[in-house]
């Protein structure tokens, strides 16, 4: 079964509006050679409003975090419905950086989710272990958990895609082998396939984020769990985001 392949921009707390405003006018010339591959960039946001005016058409808009919360005294959020409002289409939960600084929790994650759902955007859920958690060897079972106490929660089909980010390899230039990204793919599909089905666990998108660049995304792409990434420093260059992108198409 054909899953879409996904080409996923994550700034985190990066640039200004104007250095947002030359990264898309930079990308418009490789949008078009990006047929058949999703392209999201994820902003922070306040730039969500100028990007959503200022990307190519083809590329969609995403969020790097959502509230938990519908509306209401919840000061500094932002709530889905705030983000469908300005044109965002995909929203990241559960990264990392959210849980380890923000103290997001498997039952936040799930609540992130769902507000997500309510308001048509399109959810990655980011599961990934700790180095300590990798070297005790309870990998598989700390993505189980995160993973597991997301998909519990939802109907089938109210997640869009996954993103294995091992905390370990984020920002360190560290990447996980491709092999080892692989097998962890091939393991949440089967946690999905017991869970939702196989049908839906065969067309759930599975990512990988941690440390991809240029040169390696060809390796990750060539692993048959997995359908795209989800780029960090790398995607603050659109030159360098571009040729991730690129890599992604050449596997059709």
Not at 230 to 245: Q, T
């Amino acid at each position: 079964m054909q899953r879409i392949s996904l080409a996923v921009a994550n700034w985190k707390m990066n640039g200004t509006l104007a250095e947002a405003k030359r990264w898309a006018e930079d990308f418009a010339p490789v949008a078009p050679a990006l047929e058949g591959v999703e392209t999201v960039v994820c902003a922070p946001a306040l730039h969500l409003p100028l990007l959503h005016a200022s990307l190519p058409e083809s590329v969609r808009l995403g969020a790097e975090d959502v509230s938990a919360y519908t509306n209401g005294a919840h000061t500094g959020d932002v709530s889905a419905a705030m983000l469908a409002d300005a044109g965002v289409d995909w929203v990241i939960v559960g990264h990392s950086e959210r849980r380890a600084e923000a103290g997001d929790t498997d039952e936040r994650v799930l609540e992130k989710a769902r507000r997500a759902s309510e308001a048509g955007l399109s959810t990655i859920l980011c599961v990934g272990e700790t180095l300590e958690e990798r070297r005790a060897g309870s990998t598989e079972s700390v993505l189980e958990r995160q993973l597991v106490s997301v998909l519990s929660g939802l109907k089938p089909g109210e997640l869009a895609a996954l993103a294995y980010e091992p905390v370990w390899a984020i920002g360190t230039g560290e990447a996980a082998s491709p092999e080892t990204a692989q097998a962890v793919a091939r393991h949440l599909r089967g946690l999905v396939a017991r869970h939702w089905g196989e049908e839906r666990a065969a067309r759930l998108p599975v990512l990988y984020g941690g440390s991809v660049n240029e040169k390696n995304a060809a390796q990750f792409f060539a692993c048959p769990d997995i359908d795209g990434a989800l780029v960090g420093g790398a995607s603050l260059d659109p030159e360098r985001f571009g040729h991730i992108a690129k890599a992604l198409k050449a596997r059709h």
